[in-house]
């Protein structure tokens, strides 16, 4: 079955292709770049795994073309927080919760118990 998904040369997938965990050195999915710190900086895919008879796929870019994974600067953090902040502010009482408000009620859960 896994020789099913081996085309190196991308003849039958239109690009390289390998069976789940025979993906060749160099190669990295998003998730083994996120790991590593790096992100694929705009770069394509350059080659895919594929597995589950062909219902599962991952995509490899090229680790030599990875740039480091970004860092938010503080005014970007302050302003995460700020915003996380307001999902768990009440609009009834006020209250900060530590827990995020339902949308769907638009309340804590002590204010919508009490309607």
């Known amino acids: 079955m896994t020789a099913t998904f081996y085309d190196p040369a991308g003849t ?3 690009m390289p292709t390998y069976p789940y965990r025979m993906a060749p050195d160099g190669l990295a999915t998003r998730r083994q770049l996120r790991a590593a710190g790096l992100r694929p900086a705009g770069h394509e895919p350059v080659a895919q ?3 589950r008879r062909g219902k599962r796929v991952a995509y490899l870019y090229r680790i030599s073309l990875a ?3 970004r860092v938010a600067t503080p005014a970007q953090r302050d302003a995460i927080a700020k915003a996380l ?3 768990r502010t009440c609009r009834v ?3 900060v919760q530590p ?3 339902p ?3 638009g309340c804590c859960l002590d204010c919508h118990g009490g309607h």
Do not use: D, E
């Open 12 to 14: 039958r997938y239109g």
């Open 49 to 51: 795994l594929l597995w």
């Open 67 to 69: 740039a480091p994974k």
């Open 85 to 87: 902040r307001a999902r």
């Open 93 to 95: 009482c006020g209250l």
């Open 99 to 101: 827990y995020y408000i």
């Open 103 to 105: 949308r769907r009620y």
